[in-house]
């Protein structure tokens, strides 16, 4: 099952555990609601010319695999994980 939302994410810089290099298509974190211990495979919608470089903000829509076992509402919040380390957090702007 999928779930598709829109999200304010802040991606942290390498000062602050982030990533040290960009990213663009193909991008897919793992996703953890504030409110659970549970993980969550997402896949991000970035047009195929866009480049994201740690310490951006932005806002976009992403798919969350798997059925959330919290209730999913506008302004949960989120940290993204790649591996053991967090690269940024978010918050659920819109649940589309």
């Not at 040290?20 to 609601?33: A, E």
């Not at 409110?35 to 976009?60: H, M, R």
């Amino acid at each position: 099952m999928l779930f598709e939302i829109s999200a304010q994410i802040n991606f942290l810089d390498s000062k602050h555990g982030g990533r040290n290099v960009p990213f663009g298509q193909g991008f897919s974190p793992k996703l953890k609601f504030n409110t659970s211990n549970l993980e969550y495979f997402t896949e991000f919608n970035i047009e195929e010319s866009a480049i994201i470089f740690p310490g951006d903000q932005i806002k976009i829509e992403l798919k969350i695999k798997g059925e959330p076992s919290i209730f999913l509402h506008k302004g949960a919040s989120f940290d993204l994980f790649e591996g053991d380390k967090i690269i940024g957090n978010g918050t659920v702007m819109e649940i589309l």
